[in-house]
């Protein structure tokens, strides 16, 4: 079995600080890691992906993201956050003999000016 | 979105009634998924098609079938609408057999059974 867990449900960060969404996962095999945005009354949009490799994942918009393998966590970072990063925010796990995808319940990001 | 289109975007239906949600894609991608997203929840799997005629059902199926009879072409189906499916449905495709390729998803579907 394979879980996400995202253990805020709200982020609130000033424009210009650094933001932080945090995920844990739990899956029995090797992880695949994925992080969407999704914004008010649209689809989910892909950020960026863990497969192998180099433990810091670049992606879109000047997200990032670091594996952890000793702590099972993929937490995503933006060093300086901007009022249209605002938006709902999914971390995704997939063991990689699955082709199933299993989300957390996603984190709702602010960010104020 | 990635070439998906999802149709009708929103449906008000009564308990009881069938409902059908059609997702149609124009990447000739292989693999197409039905979630359904809830407050708290998250997305949830509901079934899954990996080719023409081949589906599989995901975490949360009770009371929803699927057909593909065209790779362009996944509809799901509440035969008999229940306000507990009142939700958005999101389709989404992936395309190769590996499973560190990404989805895409489509615009959604806001259903709401009364």
């Known amino acids: 079995a394979q879980s996400v867990a995202q253990p805020e449900d709200q982020v609130n960060v000033a424009e210009g600080n650094p933001l932080t969404v945090k995920c844990t996962y739990s899956?029995?095999?090797?992880?695949?890691l994925f992080w969407y945005v999704q914004y008010p009354n649209r689809g989910l949009q892909f950020l960026l992906k863990?497969?192998?490799?180099?433990?810091l994942v670049k992606g879109s918009y000047g997200f990032e993201a670091e594996f952890n393998k000793s702590q099972t966590s993929f937490h995503l970072k933006k060093p300086s956050a901007l009022v249209s990063d605002s938006a709902l925010y999914f971390c995704?796990?997939?063991?990689?003999?699955?082709?199933?995808?299993?989300f957390g319940a996603g984190t709702t990001v602010t960010v104020r000016a | 979105d990635a070439g998906i289109t999802q149709s009708p975007r929103h449906k008000v239906t009564e308990t009881g009634t069938p409902v059908t949600l059609r997702c149609h894609q124009t990447?000739?991608?292989?693999?197409m998924y039905w979630y359904r997203q809830d407050p708290g929840h998250g997305l949830r799997l509901i079934h899954y098609?990996?080719?023409?005629?081949?589906?599989d059902k995901g975490e949360v199926s009770d009371g929803y079938s699927v057909s593909r009879s065209k790779t362009e072409d996944f509809l799901l189906t509440l035969e008999s609408a229940t306000s507990s499916q009142t939700s958005v449905y999101f389709c989404?495709?992936?395309?190769?057999?590996?499973?560190?390729?990404?989805?895409?998803f489509g615009p959604g579907t806001r259903l709401t059974v009364l």
């Open positions: 989404a495709i992936s395309s190769l057999a590996t499973t560190y390729n990404e989805q895409f």
């Open positions: 899956v029995s095999g090797n992880p695949y």
């Open positions: 863990y497969i192998t490799g180099d433990n």
């Open positions: 995704a796990v997939r063991d990689r003999d699955d082709y199933k995808l299993s």
């Open positions: 990447e000739n991608h292989r693999y």
């Open positions: 098609s990996y080719g023409v005629k081949d589906t």
